[in-house]
């Protein structure tokens, strides 16, 4: 079950035609992050430029052609058949445009008809423009069924337009576990962060 989800979340990645963060930008920014270590890691990374906090237990897997990076809650036992996770997918932006969807508001649009065409019996609980620091921002938050299991997701595209970037933050909880994974996912969307400008 686990290994058919995270082959669907690459494709589900692919099909919201996320792109690899760019690799061109030589100088370094400082993300100064506030975690908890005792009960917290921390994730930085360059070229894509972002951190965020996760817990400690939890395990990472390598970037790959759609997904900058993602950290997930190991299997604990044979009765637990699902991994929670966090990732954050970059797409690069030229002139406020991405390569292949448009403008942001365009970008948003396409996204949203792709999900509804990926997930099955989807529902969606938030849908609306928003805002993340100073960039513009748009969050997802849906239920749906994917593989056999009833699932929640949340989304927030974040359209920071002076890094040249769109950023994509996804967590993704089974339904019945919406209590207990509510912190966590919140305290992980509060501690994305950018370098510093």
């Not at 445009?97 to 019996?121: E, V």
């Not at 921002?137 to 009833?150: N, Q, R, V």
Request: charged residues 20%; neutral net charge; proline residues 3%.
């Amino acid at each position: 079950m686990m290994k058919n989800f995270l082959w669907f979340y690459g494709a589900l990645a692919v099909v919201l035609l996320f792109t690899r963060c760019q690799t061109n930008r030589t100088e370094e920014g400082k993300i100064d992050l506030a975690c908890d270590t005792s009960t917290c890691k921390t994730y930085t990374t360059w070229p894509c430029g972002f951190g965020f906090c996760y817990p400690k237990n939890w395990e990472t897997d390598p970037p790959n052609a759609v997904i900058s990076i993602r950290v997930h809650e190991p299997l604990t036992d044979s009765t637990d058949t699902y991994g929670e996770n966090f990732s954050v997918a970059s797409n690069f932006t030229q002139n406020g445009y991405t390569m292949a969807m448009g403008n942001f508001k365009q970008y948003i649009d396409s996204s949203r008809k792709q999900l509804r065409a990926w997930i099955n019996n989807i529902h969606f609980i938030a849908d609306k423009d928003t805002a993340w620091y100073q960039f513009n921002a748009h969050l997802f938050e849906f239920s749906g069924e994917l593989i056999g299991d009833s699932l929640l997701f949340k989304q927030l595209v974040i359209d920071a337009n002076s890094y040249d970037q769109q950023f994509v933050l996804t967590f993704v909880q089974q339904a019945r576990s919406k209590r207990r994974y509510s912190k966590i996912r919140e305290d992980i969307f509060a501690s994305f962060r950018l370098p510093e400008k």
